[in-house]
Every structure is written in C-alpha cells, then in structure tokens.
C-alpha cells in the first residue's frame, strides 16, 4: 500500500505533527507499505528529497502561492482563533478573513498533489489538519483513491455551532475522520457528522527515541548553577501555549525557591516564518526582565534533538501552561523521562495527565495554582519520583508508536479492503493487520 500524507508543514520543520508522521512513516516502511509526503515548502527547503525512506514532494511559491498567501495564512489563524475560543468572528465575515485566498491556496496544493498522483499512484492519501481540508472536495471525481482526515486541533462546543457546521460539510467529503480525544469526537457526531466515519486515535511518540545517549552536559552548556531545580516548558512561541503564565509562576516560585530556572524550548511557527510576525518573543524577554527574572529565565529556540533529550532528562518538571492544546505530545515526550508533568486542563492534556497520579493540573491562566504546583514538585521529591515513574509506564502504553501504528492500520487496511469489495477485486491475500 502507498499512502500520500498531505500536511502543510514537515521536516525539517519540527512539530508535533512532524514528528507524528516520521514515527508513522517508518513503521509503514517497516511493514513494507510506503508513505509519500506533500507539503508547503519555504524557501530554505528543496522542493523533493528523501527522509527515512518517506519521499517528500514540496509545494513552493513558484506555483502560485505567493501572491495570496498573506491571505490564506490570515484565514488559517483565524480558524485557530474561532476553535480556541479566542475570535468569534461570524462565519458570513470569512472572505474578509481570506477566505478566497485560502481557497486559492488548497487549489494549488490539489494541483502538487493530483501531479505527485501521477508519479507515484498512490493508494490512499491520508490529509493532515485544517490547512489543507479542502482536498477531498477538490479531488472527488479526480483522483479515485479513499481519502482519510486527521484533525490535529480543538474541536469543541466553544466553537459556535455555524462554524462546526461548516468545518464538518469538508469533513464530510472524507471516507474517514479521526480526533485525537474523545470530546472531540463527540463534538463532531454533534456536528453533523456520521459516527460511523468518526474515531478516537491519541496521538503517540516513538518512546525509544526519547532516550538519552551519553553523558548529560545541559547545565554546563545552557550555564546552570548544578543544584538549580529545573522547570521546562517545550512548545513553540505562540500566544496560546501560554508561556506568560508559566513565567508569572516563576515570580512567586522564585520567592520560596530561588534556585528555581526555567528553560523555555521551541521557536516560532511555519506561519509566522510566512508572514513575519516575530515579536512574541521579544515580548516574553520583556516580561522577565521587567519582572527581574532574567537570571532565571532563559529561551534557548530551537534547540537540536541531542540537546531536547538532554533538556528532559536534566529537567525536574515538564510544564506546558497553554491556554488551548489539541493535544500536547510533549507531555509524553517527557514522561517518557520519568519526569513529573503539570500542565493546564484543556484539551488533550488531560487525556494524559491524571491529577496527582502522574502529574499535577490547574485552570488555564491561572498562575498562581500553577506557582502552587511547582513549590509542590520541588518540595518533594518522592513524589516526583513516583509520578515520574507512572507517567512513563503511561506513555510506553498508551502513547508509544507500536499503539498509534496499529490503530492506524486497521482504518487503512479496512478501507483498502472495503475499496477492493466495491471494485470487485479478488481478496485471496489478506490485507488485515495482525
């Protein structure tokens, strides 16, 4: 079987997402299927190249993108906005969000894919999240394969029920749909679309990746004092991860706690590369030091993937504050470390935080429960060492690769199977994974 996953952003961008498809893609190699990737390219990236053995096809601004990207980004953020509840913008106002352009946009990515078809024939295209939604719509009656969707975002019923309504109607065009959280599924059922074409797949890490190999020369390297309690927070610069919050909590940790850092990880989004929107950092730096935090509080950016397992590894506490969260595989990520996590009640936090089983959570924005939270961390050890271990008994259960895989092939292998029904091809080989 070849799978096309098409995405708006992957390697060597690195996001959830990202590292969702490499982990899937090498398994699918494994199996002996293939995956090829489709994606937005920016300028730094080759238009083609092979990663992992997944062949990876990019869309770059001489197809005609450039000239309504602005657009098409400014309609893709206010979707993030409208299912994070932070504009309500009425659906009737969305051309004057770029609607048109991000239709144009979609048009283009069709184009790539329907000429990366014709290369590859691929048996299934499998389309990642909300950017490039329209997919199905555009290639019904084109390119005659099942086509899968994943959304990677909230989907809840602090959306208004027009926009739901109107997301569901592309959703619809889909043989297949799956959600990260079970909330979200029911919110789409809700929504107008048929439980039969709806499931629930967590999304999950390869854990034996998330080893460290070799001495551990963090402290050193990032200068931090070798007794420092160390609280990391993993997750790119965006207003809804919340990372003000979680600097606000420093202020009082440092109070009970002063040899308390926090270490901030991640850059900006593929987005704001786009259109330039930059500051959000600067904007952070000034609220350290404004609150005179700034031999406490250090953002590295990105960082290189040595240096993220030694992040984790050395840290004490994994703290992911957002606002809002699709599902936030961080969290895995470190427990798969041993480590503690507290992260805000929303989403698909949740889903892999259990209150005072493996971590610790509290209300969105409210720093002074998440100050609370830290002191209790730091104050005792036995209890991070306990949680840190049943967290990662979690993530190797229930979050590992081997799950994601599994759960993913039975849909493809189902759909696959119920095309070659309708098509009246024979079936003398078994196409069911065990």
Same mark, same amino acid.
């Given at each position: 079987?070849?799978? +096309?996953?098409?995405?708006?952003?992957?390697?060597?961008?690195?996001?959830?997402?990202?590292?969702?498809?490499?982990?899937?893609?090498?398994?699918?190699?494994?199996?002996?299927?293939?995956?090829?990737?489709?994606?937005?390219?920016? /300028?730094?990236?080759?238009?083609?190249?092979?990663?992992? &053995?997944? $062949?990876?096809?990019?869309?770059?601004?001489?197809?005609?993108?450039?000239?309504?990207?602005?657009?098409?980004?400014?309609?893709?953020?206010?979707?993030?906005?409208?299912? *994070?509840?932070?504009?309500?913008?009425?659906?009737?106002?969305?051309?004057?969000?770029?609607?048109?352009?991000?239709?144009?946009?979609?048009?283009?990515?069709?184009?790539?894919? $329907?000429?990366?078809?014709?290369?590859?024939? !691929?048996?299934? =295209?499998?389309?990642?999240?909300?950017?490039?939604?329209?997919?199905?719509?555009?290639?019904?009656?084109?390119?005659?394969?099942?086509?899968?969707?994943?959304?990677?975002?909230?989907?809840?019923?602090?959306?208004?029920? %027009?926009?739901?309504? !109107?997301?569901?109607?592309?959703? $619809?065009?889909?043989? *297949?749909?799956?959600?990260?959280?079970?909330?979200?599924?029911?919110?789409?059922?809700?929504?107008?679309?048929?439980?039969?074409?709806?499931?629930?797949?967590?999304?999950?890490?390869?854990?034996?990746?998330?080893? =460290?190999?070799?001495?551990?020369?963090?402290?050193?390297?990032?200068?931090?004092?070798?007794?420092?309690?160390?609280?990391?927070?993993? /997750?790119?610069?965006?207003?809804?991860?919340?990372?003000?919050?979680?600097?606000?909590?420093?202020?009082?940790?440092?109070?009970?706690?002063?040899? @308390?850092?926090?270490?901030?990880?991640?850059?900006?989004?593929?987005?704001?590369?786009?259109? &330039?929107?930059?500051?959000?950092?600067?904007?952070?730096?000034?609220?350290?030091?404004?609150?005179?935090?700034?031999? $406490?509080?250090?953002?590295?950016?990105?960082? /290189?993937?040595?240096?993220?397992?030694?992040?984790?590894?050395?840290?004490?506490? =994994?703290?992911?504050?957002?606002?809002? %969260?699709?599902?936030? =595989?961080?969290?895995?990520?470190?427990?798969?470390?041993?480590?503690?996590?507290?992260?805000?009640?929303?989403?698909?936090?949740?889903?892999?935080? @259990?209150?005072?089983?493996?971590?610790?959570?509290?209300?969105?924005?409210?720093?002074?429960?998440?100050?609370?939270?830290?002191?209790?961390?730091?104050?005792?050890?036995?209890?991070?060492?306990?949680?840190?271990?049943?967290?990662?008994?979690?993530?190797?259960?229930?979050?590992?690769?081997?799950?994601?895989?599994?759960?993913?092939?039975?849909?493809?292998?189902?759909? +696959?199977?119920?095309?070659?029904?309708?098509?009246?091809?024979?079936? %003398?080989?078994?196409?069911?994974?065990?």
């Amino acid at each position: 079987m070849k799978i +096309c996953v098409v995405s708006q952003s992957f390697y060597p961008y690195i996001g959830g997402v990202t590292r969702y498809l490499q982990s899937l893609g090498r398994k699918l190699t494994a199996r002996g299927d293939e995956m090829v990737v489709v994606h937005l390219r920016s /300028s730094d990236m080759p238009e083609y190249e092979v990663i992992d &053995g997944v $062949r990876v096809y990019r869309m770059s601004g001489d197809e005609g993108i450039q000239e309504s990207i602005d657009g098409y980004f400014r309609f893709k953020e206010l979707i993030i906005d409208v299912t *994070h509840g932070r504009k309500m913008a009425p659906l009737e106002d969305r051309f004057d969000y770029g609607y048109s352009e991000y239709l144009g946009f979609n048009l283009n990515m069709y184009e790539k894919v $329907r000429q990366v078809y014709d290369i590859e024939k !691929f048996d299934m =295209l499998h389309v990642h999240d909300f950017q490039v939604m329209p997919l199905a719509f555009l290639i019904k009656g084109d390119i005659d394969v099942p086509a899968i969707f994943t959304w990677h975002i909230p989907f809840t019923v602090d959306t208004p029920p %027009e926009w739901r309504e !109107f997301l569901a109607r592309y959703m $619809r065009y889909y043989d *297949h749909v799956i959600f990260s959280t079970d909330e979200y599924v029911r919110t789409a059922v809700e929504s107008g679309l048929s439980p039969g074409k709806v499931c629930k797949i967590n999304p999950f890490i390869d854990t034996d990746e998330f080893v =460290l190999d070799g001495d551990n020369d963090f402290r050193e390297k990032y200068n931090i004092p070798v007794n420092d309690n160390i609280v990391l927070c993993v /997750s790119r610069i965006d207003p809804r991860k919340g990372q003000e919050y979680l600097i606000e909590a420093m202020v009082e940790v440092v109070k009970k706690h002063p040899g @308390t850092t926090c270490i901030f990880i991640g850059n900006g989004s593929l987005t704001k590369k786009f259109i &330039g929107r930059t500051n959000r950092l600067e904007e952070l730096e000034a609220m350290v030091h404004e609150r005179g935090l700034d031999n $406490r509080v250090q953002f590295l950016g990105k960082v /290189s993937q040595d240096d993220l397992m030694k992040a984790y590894d050395a840290c004490d506490m =994994l703290v992911q504050p957002s606002i809002n %969260e699709g599902f936030g =595989l961080v969290i895995s990520e470190a427990m798969c470390f041993s480590k503690p996590v507290i992260g805000s009640n929303v989403g698909g936090i949740p889903e892999q935080i @259990t209150d005072g089983y493996n971590g610790l959570l509290f209300k969105p924005k409210d720093h002074m429960a998440l100050a609370g939270h830290i002191d209790k961390l730091i104050e005792t050890p036995a209890l991070r060492k306990l949680m840190g271990e049943r967290g990662r008994q979690l993530a190797c259960g229930r979050f590992c690769v081997d799950r994601g895989f599994k759960e993913h092939c039975e849909i493809y292998d189902k759909i +696959c199977l119920q095309k070659r029904f309708k098509e009246g091809i024979g079936t %003398e080989e078994s196409i069911i994974t065990d």
